[in-house]
């Protein structure tokens, strides 16, 4: 089964032992000395070295501070990220046992074959190459033996680390440590539910299935479970290793690799946040193949919308559309300093927009927006800094691949695709409907739910306020809901049809159609105004 923490309900007794080891490994490496300030902080070296001694979950949460930018030096972040995910590989005798387990079935009445030796080892699980009895050639990922135990023992302790640190030193309580652990913890649980790692590899093979030139390996359902999984065997090379004999293949690769990314965030709310060339093979045809969906994040509709807002406001430097659309992202946030913030990213958008196109990237652009909002109080949100770190890697891979290769202009070419398709005549045609459910069902309700919370205040005798004048006031707000909703109407015809008429044509009567929606909600609001005053003057 998959390993869930909460780090609210660790127990300090079972932290106390793996607490006090810690402790005496970061007074061992100087660490504590750094609690009286960063002049006191141990060398980047002394940093990493503690990590890789503290073990498996240590690893991982080195690794994810590595992508915490907005709090530590450049320096730090560089040694933190030579954290190698690779631990000895298990014997077949703990890797049998797991499978039998899981399964609950003998190894050989699942596998005509199976390769003792792994194809790697990582800190969660390592990879066997197998045949299912049908003669097919599979990958299995197993997950190492003993994980929850040990994962739920550093979690509590380094909960109570955090805790202890905060009240002798009431100035750690400006980073959020405790934040940090809690999503720290969740992307844990992620990773090693297998389960989840299944649904995403469906999800994703069924997001990305017209995108020509991929191919994402299927799970076989039947051979997994929480802490096995079996899926279809990828016979590829690493990208970064064809790139050195196939340069010509590169411009049309990194295209597709830019498409996957952008159409799964943009359409599906999903992204792959590991991309780096290990997790991408070449197969034999010249397809792409992607591997390892155990680090993917998600993103809501309201928080897509945002990101493509901060886009949009990116690209023409607009530094008040970027605040507005970077505080959205980031609605938890109490305290910010706005006008501290927007100066720093009207700074942040004057070296983009100083600089060569060519040079610009878009993860070191969202980096930088992550450090100015935790200079000014953001509580930036974790789905953020993964999709800032997927970026990073990404184009970390693409400048690898072909030094020379226009990353923006692939870039903005699918960014214009998902665009057109955003405004076609389906998508506008799906959100109006949708928009006159709501309203429908608004306009139903308002009246009726109005008069019900009147007379319940009524009937509580509140003041001077009695029953007649509560239902006055009732059937003049019941009247001012319909006009307001109306207007609501009229405007939702104006908004759809200037879509339409604005969108690529698809058909003779395309812009017609939202020439019309326009005129019609036009007439609309005029006929509200015209009532409005005409109740007032009757009033009068």
Same mark, same amino acid.
């Given at each position: 089964?998959?390993?869930?923490?909460?780090?609210?309900?660790?127990?300090?007794?079972?932290?106390?032992?793996?607490?006090?080891?810690?402790?005496?490994?970061?007074?061992?490496?100087?660490?504590?000395?750094?609690?009286?300030?960063?002049?006191?902080?141990?060398?980047?070296?002394?940093?990493?070295?503690?990590?890789?001694?503290?073990?498996?979950?240590?690893?991982?949460?080195?690794?994810?501070?590595?992508?915490?930018?907005?709090?530590?030096?450049?320096?730090?972040?560089?040694?933190?990220?030579?954290?190698?995910?690779?631990?000895?590989?298990?014997?077949?005798?703990?890797?049998?046992?797991?499978?039998?387990?899981?399964?609950?079935?003998?190894?050989?009445?699942?596998?005509?074959?199976?390769?003792?030796?792994?194809?790697?080892?990582?800190?969660?699980?390592?990879?066997?190459?197998?045949?299912?009895?049908?003669?097919?050639?599979?990958?299995?990922?197993?997950?190492?033996?003993?994980?929850?135990?040990?994962?739920?023992?550093?979690?509590?302790?380094?909960?109570?680390?955090?805790?202890?640190?905060?009240?002798?030193?009431?100035?750690?309580?400006?980073?959020?440590?405790?934040?940090?652990?809690?999503?720290?913890?969740?992307?844990?649980?992620?990773?090693?539910?297998?389960?989840?790692?299944?649904?995403?590899?469906?999800?994703?093979?069924?997001?990305?299935?017209?995108?020509?030139?991929?191919?994402?390996?299927?799970?076989?359902?039947?051979?997994?479970?929480?802490?096995?999984?079996?899926?279809?065997?990828?016979?590829?090379?690493?990208?970064?290793?064809?790139?050195?004999?196939?340069?010509?293949?590169?411009?049309?690769?990194?295209?597709?690799?830019?498409?996957?990314?952008?159409?799964?965030?943009?359409?599906?709310?999903?992204?792959?946040?590991?991309?780096?060339?290990?997790?991408?093979?070449?197969?034999?045809?010249?397809?792409?193949?992607?591997?390892?969906?155990?680090?993917?994040?998600?993103?809501?509709?309201?928080?897509?919308?945002?990101?493509?807002?901060?886009?949009?406001?990116?690209?023409?430097?607009? *530094?008040?559309?970027?605040?507005?659309?970077?505080?959205?992202?980031?609605?938890?946030?109490?305290?910010?300093?706005?006008?501290?913030?927007?100066?720093?990213?009207?700074?942040?958008?004057?070296?983009?927009?100083?600089?060569?196109?060519?040079?610009?990237?878009?993860?070191?652009?969202?980096?930088?927006?992550?450090?100015?909002?935790?200079?000014?109080?953001?509580?930036?949100?974790?789905?953020?800094?993964?999709?800032?770190?997927?970026?990073?890697?990404?184009?970390?891979?693409?400048?690898?691949?072909?030094?020379?290769?226009?990353?923006? *202009?692939?870039?903005?070419?699918?960014?214009?695709?998902?665009?057109?398709?955003?405004?076609?005549?389906?998508?506008?045609?799906?959100?109006?409907?949708?928009?006159?459910?709501?309203?429908?069902?608004?306009?139903?309700?308002?009246?009726?739910?109005?008069?019900?919370?009147?007379?319940?205040?009524?009937?509580?005798?509140?003041?001077?306020?009695?029953?007649?004048?509560?239902?006055?006031?009732?059937?003049?707000?019941?009247?001012?809901?319909?006009?307001?909703?109306?207007?609501?109407?009229?405007?939702?015809?104006?908004?759809?049809?200037?879509?339409?008429?604005?969108?690529?044509?698809?058909?003779?009567?395309?812009?017609?159609?939202?020439?019309?929606?326009?005129?019609?909600?036009?007439?609309?609001?005029?006929?509200?105004?015209?009532?409005?005053?005409?109740?007032?003057?009757?009033?009068?």
């Amino acid at each position: 089964m998959a390993v869930l923490i909460d780090p609210e309900k660790s127990s300090l007794l079972q932290a106390a032992p793996r607490l006090m080891q810690i402790l005496r490994v970061l007074a061992r490496h100087k660490f504590l000395g750094a609690l009286r300030g960063k002049s006191h902080w141990p060398p980047p070296k002394e940093v990493r070295e503690t990590f890789e001694e503290l073990g498996l979950t240590f690893l991982k949460f080195g690794q994810v501070l590595a992508m915490r930018r907005d709090l530590l030096p450049d320096a730090y972040i560089a040694e933190l990220e030579l954290l190698q995910d690779q631990l000895p590989a298990l014997g077949i005798d703990a890797v049998r046992a797991t499978v039998e387990a899981e399964l609950g079935v003998p190894l050989t009445t699942v596998f005509a074959s199976f390769n003792e030796m792994p194809l790697g080892a990582a800190t969660i699980a390592q990879v066997h190459e197998a045949t299912l009895l049908d003669g097919r050639r599979v990958a299995v990922k197993v997950q190492r033996p003993d994980l929850e135990a040990m994962i739920a023992t550093d979690i509590s302790a380094l909960t109570y680390l955090v805790a202890l640190g905060e009240r002798l030193f009431p100035r750690l309580l400006a980073l959020d440590l405790p934040v940090l652990v809690r999503e720290f913890a969740n992307s844990l649980n992620r990773e090693t539910d297998f389960s989840r790692e299944a649904r995403s590899i469906v999800l994703f093979r069924t997001a990305l299935a017209d995108v020509p030139g991929l191919w994402i390996p299927d799970v076989v359902a039947e051979c997994s479970s929480g802490n096995v999984l079996t899926m279809e065997f990828s016979a590829g090379e690493r990208v970064d290793s064809y790139a050195g004999t196939h340069p010509e293949a590169m411009p049309q690769l990194i295209n597709t690799l830019v498409r996957l990314m952008l159409q799964t965030i943009f359409e599906e709310g999903l992204f792959h946040a590991d991309p780096h060339s290990g997790n991408v093979l070449v197969l034999p045809d010249g397809r792409l193949s992607l591997l390892d969906f155990g680090m993917t994040g998600e993103l809501d509709e309201p928080m897509r919308d945002s990101l493509t807002l901060l886009l949009e406001a990116v690209v023409k430097g607009d *530094a008040r559309g970027a605040t507005e659309a970077y505080l959205e992202m980031a609605p938890g946030s109490e305290r910010v300093n706005r006008a501290a913030l927007l100066l720093d990213i009207k700074a942040v958008l004057y070296e983009i927009h100083r600089s060569d196109l060519a040079e610009v990237s878009v993860g070191d652009a969202f980096d930088s927006l992550l450090r100015a909002g935790s200079r000014h109080g953001v509580h930036n949100p974790g789905e953020f800094f993964l999709l800032t770190r997927a970026f990073v890697i990404l184009e970390s891979m693409i400048r690898q691949l072909d030094p020379d290769h226009d990353y923006l *202009a692939s870039f903005r070419e699918e960014i214009s695709r998902l665009t057109a398709k955003h405004f076609s005549l389906e998508r506008v045609k799906e959100k109006t409907g949708k928009l006159a459910r709501e309203l429908e069902r608004l306009i139903s309700d308002a009246p009726g739910d109005t008069r019900r919370v009147l007379r319940r205040f009524a009937e509580g005798n509140l003041g001077r306020l009695q029953a007649p004048e509560v239902e006055a006031l009732g059937g003049r707000v019941s009247r001012n809901l319909e006009r307001l909703t109306g207007a609501i109407a009229a405007a939702a015809l104006v908004i759809g049809g200037a879509m339409l008429a604005i969108a690529p044509p698809q058909s003779a009567w395309h812009h017609l159609l939202g020439e019309g929606m326009v005129v019609a909600g036009i007439i609309g609001t005029l006929l509200i105004c015209i009532g409005a005053v005409r109740r007032d003057r009757g009033r009068r």
